[in-house]
């Protein structure tokens, strides 16, 4: 497995995209003239400017070196509990978000069962079809069918408006992964409204979501266990795994009975194991390492230099910096220090000694055999 990255350092200095092994014990040359407390103080400044960059006001997990601070998994899921606002708040919050979104103009509610698509008509006439329900999830394509003179004024994706024209029946049709919003105009209606596109193969970060326009959570499975539906107007997400969620349309609305969702939630950053011989916090000799998530990216820099090894193994002195990315894009990093081994290489001074010594008989056997043919 190749490992690549790239990096530019917070100091300005744009890093050489010449890659290094880094499985290879080659000295760099790169602080030539630096003794190696100041090579390594250096070194430490520079990994100490990134990691502040990168994660402003968040220790970096795993540091391996004597500077700075890390924190356990435990002390770090503390303190986020700390920062996050109590149950009473989210709910609040929650509600008034919602209230923003989905504040729309007065509609009815049905249900086209032929074409498969939940329709919501001004009372004055026009409105939208979706095929999925509005602020709803879907492990598949969306369409969005405007009527009767009701026009799409803006899409948006993750935030990006998206220059998307509709297809001759006048549909829209969205296939990529992300969180949808759109508005909608018809006379003196606007119309706002959202829905989301998840993949069953990639997990979703979420902490919690509302229920879909005229329906109510009724039923919470997560890993195959029931949770408390709570109101059934939202759901706090706490835990990682595969959720399946029921909902129940409002009476009076039109709507299919039963409407369900099912995907995986991951906010777990994939874990390097390492091996080695750990000295002050700093490897010698070599350190090789494993990754618990195979479908996770690693990327490395070797003295602020990308870096790549195809044995899993390092050994090139220098200061690293790794980080290994998951397909949720859960993101964890390790800093560290590979050092020279200084203990003496006995097996081979041994093999040396032993060349000597067998040179040594050679060149007296040679001597007496030539004082006997005198």
Not at 261 to 276: K, N
Request: aromatic share 10%.
């Amino acid at each position: 497995m190749i490992l690549t990255g790239s990096l530019l350092f917070p100091c300005g200095l744009l890093c050489p995209m010449a890659e290094v092994r880094a499985d290879e014990a080659d000295e760099e040359r790169l602080l030539e003239g630096l003794s190696e407390d100041e090579k390594r103080q250096f070194l430490n400044d520079i990994y100490s400017d990134m990691n502040k960059e990168q994660n402003p006001g968040v220790p970096t997990a795993g540091m391996l070196s004597g500077s700075g601070s890390s924190m356990t998994d435990e002390e770090a899921e503390e303190a986020i509990r700390e920062m996050l606002p109590d149950q009473e708040t989210l709910e609040e919050f929650a509600n008034e978000a919602r209230n923003r979104v989905m504040d729309f103009a007065s509609f009815r509610r049905g249900y086209d069962k032929a074409r498969g698509l939940y329709q919501y008509t001004f009372l004055n006439d026009g409105g939208i079809a979706l095929s999925v329900p509005l602020g709803g999830w879907s492990d598949h394509a969306v369409s969005l069918l405007p009527m009767d003179g009701v026009s799409i004024t803006s899409i948006c994706r993750d935030g990006e408006t998206l220059d998307q024209k509709p297809g001759e029946d006048g549909a829209y049709f969205f296939r990529e992964t992300g969180r949808y919003s759109f508005q909608a105009n018809g006379g003196s209606n606007t119309f706002l409204g959202y829905f989301r596109i998840v993949s069953p193969k990639v997990p979703v970060k979420e902490s919690f979501l509302w229920s879909p326009e005229g329906y109510r959570l009724t039923e919470v499975k997560l890993k195959g266990e029931n949770l408390p539906a709570g109101d059934g107007k939202w759901l706090a997400l706490k835990d990682d795994g595969f959720y399946e969620l029921t909902y129940t349309a409002v009476e009076g609305t039109g709507l299919p009975e039963n409407w369900t969702l099912m995907f995986l939630r991951d906010t777990t950053a994939p874990v390097i194991e390492w091996e080695g011989e750990i000295r002050n916090g700093r490897f010698f000799g070599s350190v090789t390492y494993s990754v618990d998530d195979p479908e996770a990216i690693v990327a490395m820099w070797h003295n602020g230099r990308p870096a790549f090894t195809e044995t899993g193994t390092i050994a090139a002195p220098g200061s690293y910096y790794v980080t290994a990315t998951d397909p949720s894009g859960n993101m964890r990093s390790w800093q560290f220090v590979v050092e020279h081994r200084d203990e003496f290489p006995w097996m081979i001074a041994g093999i040396a000694m032993g060349v000597i010594l067998l040179s040594l008989l050679m060149m007296l056997l040679t001597a007496r055999l030539g004082m006997r043919i005198r």
